[in-house]
């Protein structure tokens, strides 16, 4: 059964940093691209980052373009994503999935992040 | 950017009954929609993909169908566990871009 845990959410200050991890289990990591999804507390899904299966290639959405950074090692089968320069309207669960452009993707339960004076 | 505009937003329904979504892209994404249903406090969970094809383990009163610009989700026989928001996800063209999403609802 595919799992991800995601860790390393938490409560940080307007233009602060904070990385996210998503440790995966129950499928051949490197065999898969990777996402990580978004959602504000109340809101709509938005897919903010992925990367390819050997982290050759990253993509980002132009809401975050520049300030995030997404990651791999798949020889401790994990994904990360490094925040910077964080703004109010980063609060969100982050979703760390397996995949990006083929099938569906499959999600971990998620970690909360919430930016705040 | 390809837009997914998903209707209605929301949705009320009695036991039973069947009810459909529909979900419209801003260019052609051929079959590549993929359908998730999420309860209130846990991850979305894939429910259709490739626009018609149900995954694993989900019951068969789900349905999509679909291709192109136009795609529908069908609940034949609406169950109490049934409520939940739904949203429909193309990945045809990066950035992967999702519906605004239904909130159903139970009368």
Redesign the interface.
Known sequence: EVHLVESGGGVVRPGGSLRLSCAASGFTFDDYAM?W?RQAPGK????IS?INWNGGSS?Y?DSVKGRFTISRDNAKKSLYLQLSSLRAEDTAFY?CAR????????????TLVTVSS | DIQMTQSPSSLSASVGDSVTITCQASQDISKYL?W?QQKLG?????LI??ASKL?RGVPSRFSGSGSGTYFTFTISSLQPEDIATY?C?Q??T????????TRLEIK
């Open positions: 996402s999804v709509g899904l938005e897919w992925g993509r959405a979703y995949g990006l452009r083929s099938g569906p993707l499959v999600w971990g339960h998620g | 993929n998730y846990t991850a979305p969970k894939v993909y490739d995954e949203y996800q990945y045809d990066l950035p992967i871009t999702f519906g605004q999403g």
